[in-house]
């Protein structure tokens, strides 16, 4: 009897032991810690410019925009694009979702997208889109984003934005 109580004792200790790695290791409910890295958090502005195929606008157009970066995870909306000066030409305003977070990058899929500013009738900013959100020092960042239609890049846009404030 002696015997199968270490035996029972032991097992005890071995599923005590998997069951506090375990509660350790899987995330607590209620515990929704951001996947965006802090030093993305803020307000960014800066010089955006587009290109498209399309030949009566000369495949260009720059204009400037802000960002806002919040705390979130991958799938949750984590920044706010706004078109703030494009002059004559259309700049668009749309909302951001996380899709991934790497190493020295985010990746961010174009969610809830705003009719273009000063743009003629009938035009529309195109929804599919993927941005990469790339830190290039403590306090400029650079993005890049691609416009798809039926599964082609048809277009896209970059810019160097200088952060305005922390979140």
């Known amino acids: 009897m002696g015997e199968r ?3 029972i004792a032991a097992i005890t200790g ?4 998997v069951v506090s790695l375990l509660a350790w ?5 209620g515990d929704r810690s951001s996947a965006v890295p ?3 958090l803020g307000t960014w502005r800066g010089q955006v410019t587009m290109t498209f195929p399309d030949p009566t606008r000369e495949g260009k157009g720059a204009g400037t925009d802000e960002i806002t ?3 979130g995870s991958v799938g949750d909306t984590v920044a706010d694009q ?5 002059g004559q030409e259309a700049g668009c305003s749309r909302s951001w979702q996380l899709a991934e977070v790497n190493g020295d990058h985010l990746v961010l899929k174009a969610g809830t997208t705003g009719a273009p500013a000063n743009a003629p009738s009938g035009q529309t900013c195109l929804a599919d889109l993927t941005m990469s ?5 403590q306090e400029r960042m ?3 984003a691609n416009y798809t239609i039926l599964g082609t890049v048809t277009g896209a846009f970059s810019g160097s934005l200088v952060r305005q404030s922390r979140t």
């Open 5 to 7: 109580a270490g035996v």
């Open 14 to 17: 071995v599923l005590a032991l």
């Open 25 to 29: 290791l899987l995330p607590q409910s």
């Open 38 to 40: 802090e030093q993305y």
């Open 69 to 71: 970066i919040k705390q």
């Open 82 to 86: 706004r078109a703030v000066d494009w």
């Open 133 to 137: 959100v790339r830190l290039t020092g």
């Open 142 to 144: 650079e993005i890049q």
